[in-house]
C-alpha cells in the first residue's frame, strides 16, 4: 500500500472513531446525565421512561444535526478552498450563508415564523436557493473564478445591509432579539422535523460537492492542464456551487450562522492528506462534525444559567485562527 494512502486511510478511520465517540458524549450530556452504558438502550427503548425521551426527543436530533452541518461546512470549506485554490475560503464567501440568515430572518420580520414551525428553515433554504440564482445572474455561467468571488462579495454586502435593515426597522424590539440571537447559531431546541427537512437538501448537495474530487486534485495544476485533462472549470464551478447552496443553505436555515468551521477544518487537515484536495473533502466533512460535535459539547457543559451559542463558541475559536493564517501567509509573499 501506498504510504500516503495509507495514512490517509489512518486519518478517516481517527475522525470516524472521534464522530462516534462525541456523538455517544452528546447523547449523555447535559442537565440530567446519562450513563454510557443507559444510552443504547434509550436509543431503542419504546416505553415511556425519562432517559428515553430525554434521548430520542432531545439529544437525538441535537447531535444528528450536529454532525450534518459539521460536515456540510467543513466540506463545502474543503470544495470552495480547492476551487479557488485559497486557503482563506469558506462557505461564507459567495454569500449563500448570509442569504440564508437573510431569509430566516425575513420569516422573523413577517411573523410567518409563528404560522407554522418549519416556517424558519424553509426561509433560509429559500434565501440560499436565491442566493444561487443571484451569483448566475451576477457572475455568469463562464469560467470566470474573479466574478464568482466578486459576485459572492456583493451578495454578503446586500444580505448584511438587508438584514440590519430588517432589525433596525423590526417593530416589535422582542422579535429583533430573537432575531438576533437566532443569528448567533445553535443547535438547542431543535427536533427530528429539522433533521427531515435539513437532510435531503444535504445530501445531494454533499454528491455534488464530493463528485469534484478528482477536478480539483487536477486543478492544482493549472485551469489549463485541468482543462486538457477533460475537466472543464465550468461545470467544476456550477457543482461546487450548487452543492453549497444546497448544503449549507440548509445548515443555516437549522441551526443559524455557525461560522470558521469551513475555514479552520480543511486548513488543519490538509497536510495530513498531503495536499490534495480530492482526499481532503471527506476528511473535512468527518472534521467539521467532530469541531461542531466538541464545540456544542462546550456549549452544553460550560457553568452559568444561560447557554452559550454555537457560532459565538466557533467565532472565538476561528476568528484568532483566521488571524494566524493571515500573519503567516502575510510572512511567506515577504
Known sequence: MNPTTGRTAALYGGLVAAVALLALASLGAGRAPIALLDIVPALWSRDDSLAALIVQEVRLPRTLLAVLVG??????????QGLLRNPL??????GISS???LGAVAVFYTGLSQAFPLALPLGGVTGALAAVSLLYMLAGRGESLLALVLAGVALNSLAGALTALALNLSPNPFAA???FFWLLGSLGDRSMEHVHLALPLMLPGWLL????GRALDALTLGEDAAASLGFGIASVRNRVVLGSALAVGAAVAVSGVVGFVGLV????????????????LPASALGGAVLVLAADLLVRMAGGG?????????ALVGA??????????RRRML
Open 71 to 80: 460536515a456540510t461546512l467543513g466540506l463545502a470549506g474543503a470544495a470552495l
Open 99 to 101: 442569504c440564508a440568515a
Open 265 to 280: 477544518v480543511p486548513h488543519l487537515l490538509r497536510p495530513l492528506v498531503a495536499h490534495r484536495p480530492g482526499a481532503l
Open 177 to 179: 432579539y430573537e432575531v
Open 209 to 212: 460537492l464530493l463528485s469534484t
Open 306 to 314: 444561560q447557554e452559550l451559542k454555537l457560532g459565538v463558541v466557533t
Open 320 to 329: 484568532p485562527f483566521f488571524l494566524y493564517l493571515v500573519l503567516h501567509y
Open 89 to 94: 475560503a469558506e462557505p461564507g464567501v459567495i
